[in-house]
């Protein structure tokens, strides 16, 4: 490969695009995944042909973060299924005993012309079906969602666990639980999970706050779960929970901050 780290790579079918941190399928679609999903895959295609210790994904999935080697082999197996491959199936990734994990599909880079024209033709195709002018608006529509749930956290911060019982100098535990639709049957996993997973990324960085794992919560993810007893179970001074609403090509996302004790 001729640059360090190419904007785009091609393996099997699958482009995958590190700017717009998408993986386009065959067909032209976005698969759907978190973002620590993408973040693996991208590392181990950027590494193809090589061993990538867990270490060093660890880190460079985890950046700061001190995490279980779970999260690790539960985001592999995640890959593992939107790339169309079971445990045992190793056409993508081979599982080095003792030492990580080594990328062996046939990955290229391709040319400009070649994934300007695969990235046109698959936006064009996602437009027809959804009926938006193009899908950098559903894309901007979620950047801004996260970031109005930043908003109402940190306003939430300063009004509500600034007054929990946790002694001065010691960091607050806290979980965000995986978002839930306003109805039911509007449920969409991967848009749930991937809220959850992004903010948990972000508070991570704070020394104020021990922030629970997505592995950790992603069992509390049914329609009507409480919040408090989640805490309890989880046995976090505060919990984060939220909704999303979607609705003529919009989204809605309100969030609630709360005080276990």
Known sequence: ?????????????????ALTRQLLQADGTPAAMTPKVFDTLLYLVRNA????????????VWPGRVVEENNLNQTISALRRVLGASAGDHRYI????????????????PDEGEAASEATSAT????????????????AGFIAAVAAVAIVLVIAWRLNLTRTTTP???PTT?????????????SDEVLELGMADTLIAKLSSSRRLIVRSLNSVRRFNRFDQDAMA????????????????????????????????
């Open 1 to 17: 490969m001729s640059e360090a780290n190419p904007r785009r790579y091609a393996f099997d079918g699958f482009l995958v695009d």
């Open 49 to 60: 042909g090589g061993v990538v210790t867990k270490d060093q994904l660890i880190a460079a």
């Open 94 to 109: 081979v599982t080095e005993p003792g030492r990580g994990y080594r990328f062996v599909a046939d990955v290229r880079v």
């Open 124 to 139: 064009d195709r996602r437009s027809r079906e959804s009926g938006n002018p193009a899908s950098s608006r559903r894309t």
């Open 168 to 170: 001065p100098g010691h």
């Open 174 to 186: 806290m979980a965000v639980l995986p978002f839930k639709p306003l109805r039911a049957a509007d």
């Open 230 to 261: 989640a805490a309890k179970e989880l046995g976090v001074g505060a919990i984060l929970e939220g909704q999303i609403q979607k609705s003529a090509g919009k989204m809605r996302v309100t969030a609630r901050l709360l005080s276990a004790p």
